[in-house]
């Protein structure tokens, strides 16, 4: 059996006065994965335990069928994995944007989504100048990491840490909202708080900056930290359910969680984890794949970045593309190899009203050997709340789409 899935993150969102009434999921033309709904079936899943928040960490992970309740630990740790750091028993990896805040509000989550180029000179300079120091009990690494996704990892020299128990805000859920309301609280405030203070002379003076001033582009003002935890411990997933996976992920959260599961990473030129991503190498890629895994997952973050930035246009647009260029290809190539099945799931919900994640159970469409026709005709939020397949917690939907139970 060959497995293959495709996220299109955050792609479920809510029916939008902008798109007459409709979902980005309604309103785009998608033949390939309304095929699969004909074929197969339509269903929901609840990726997102309510005491968790919604994102791709806690998200992906539910629907790689794994219990975030269980397993997860922080977002930080799942990327640290994807970018080859190790953590001992005592670190902590933190997630360490390079942000826009020039008046004291969360102008930009992405720095203008400034480039790794761009980003790591930033990161390097922050390690230059605060890298080593001993803080709150452990020791300060700065990692570049994709654009303006970075790590600071904390190298603890005891099983004790500050940053046990503190709670952080994730800045895409901020936007445009006064940074002095979110700022880091519990045991770790202080020690967070002055590593982002800290950030921001490093950062003001520094020649990348500058030029991206000149430019009229938004420059890195500081670093925003969030997201920490220490390393997760995860079964593989050939010993859980079976399949040998690979995964295409432009972002290296959703490829560290691959990672860790023990997929085989393929990096795809020009993937980008922006509306500008190379659609059809993802495509090439990933039925390529097919040839030497036994499932291999395809991750396209642009229905995400879209949401973010209120955009139901470019939405709809990457729904196509995604359809057009990776779902088609897969469902052509699938067949080749006798029995297989696909499923086209995001992982969370990303609301283009609130430009944030939101709870909620999301769309899935699987189709494929042994699946029979459910008469539904499309993909998309109403024909998944009026099935009767639903999955809560979402984490049961794998072994139901391996055909495991
Ligand atoms: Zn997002």
């Not at 899943?45 to 791709?56: F, I, M, Q």
């Not at 005891?158 to 006064?178: E, F, M, N, V, Y």
């Not at 283009?352 to 494929?368: C, D, K, N, S």
Request: proline share 8%; aromatic share 6%; hydrophobic share 40%.
């Amino acid at each position: 059996m060959k497995y293959a899935i495709v996220i299109p993150d955050g792609c479920a969102d809510e029916p939008l006065d902008a798109l007459g009434g409709r979902t980005p999921l309604q309103t785009a033309r998608l033949p390939h994965m309304d095929r699969i709904a004909q074929l197969g079936v339509v269903g929901r899943a609840n990726n997102v335990p309510d005491s968790l928040t919604p994102a791709s960490d806690v998200a992906t992970l539910s629907l790689f069928g794994y219990d975030p309740l269980a397993v997860y630990t922080g977002r930080a740790p799942l990327e640290t994995a994807a970018m080859g750091i190790h953590l001992g028993p005592n670190d902590f990896a933190v997630r360490c944007n390079l942000v826009y805040v020039p008046d004291g509000h969360m102008r930009d989550f992405t720095a203008g989504h400034i480039s790794s180029e761009e980003g790591a000179p930033l990161v390097k300079a922050l390690q230059h100048e605060l890298g080593g120091r001993e803080m709150g009990g452990g020791v300060i690494e700065f990692h570049p990491g994709v654009q303006y996704r970075n790590i600071l990892v904390w190298r603890g020299k005891a099983a004790a840490s500050p940053l046990a128990g503190t709670k952080c805000q994730p800045p895409h859920d901020i936007p445009d909202r006064a940074v002095s309301d979110y700022l880091p609280q519990g045991p770790g405030r202080e020690l967070l708080g002055q590593l982002m203070e800290a950030s921001k002379p490093i950062l003001a003076d520094h020649p990348v900056n500058k030029r991206r001033v000149a430019d009229g582009k938004k420059p890195a003002t500081q670093v925003w930290l969030w997201g920490q935890g220490k390393a997760p411990t995860i079964e593989p997933f050939a010993d859980q359910y079976g399949p040998r996976g690979a995964i295409i992920s432009a972002v290296d959260l959703v490829r560290g969680v691959g990672v860790l599961l023990g997929w085989h990473r393929v990096d795809v030129p020009g993937a980008t984890g922006y509306l500008d991503t190379d659609y059809a190498a993802k495509g090439r890629f990933g039925v390529e794949a097919l040839g030497a895994f036994d499932l291999v997952c395809v991750h396209v973050e642009a229905p995400d970045e879209a949401s973010h930035e209120g955009r139901a246009d470019e939405k709809v647009k990457a729904l196509e593309r995604i359809d057009e260029h990776i779902v088609g290809p897969l469902l052509a190539a699938l067949p080749r190899y006798g029995d297989w099945r696909v499923l086209v799931s995001p992982d969370h919900r990303t609301t283009l009203r609130t430009r944030a994640h939101a709870y909620g159970a999301v769309p899935f469409a699987v189709a494929g050997s042994g699946v029979a026709p459910q008469g539904q005709t499309a993909y998309d939020e109403p024909t998944a709340a009026a099935s009767p397949l639903a999955f809560d917690p979402g984490h049961n939907l794998m072994r139901w789409f391996l055909g495991r139970g």
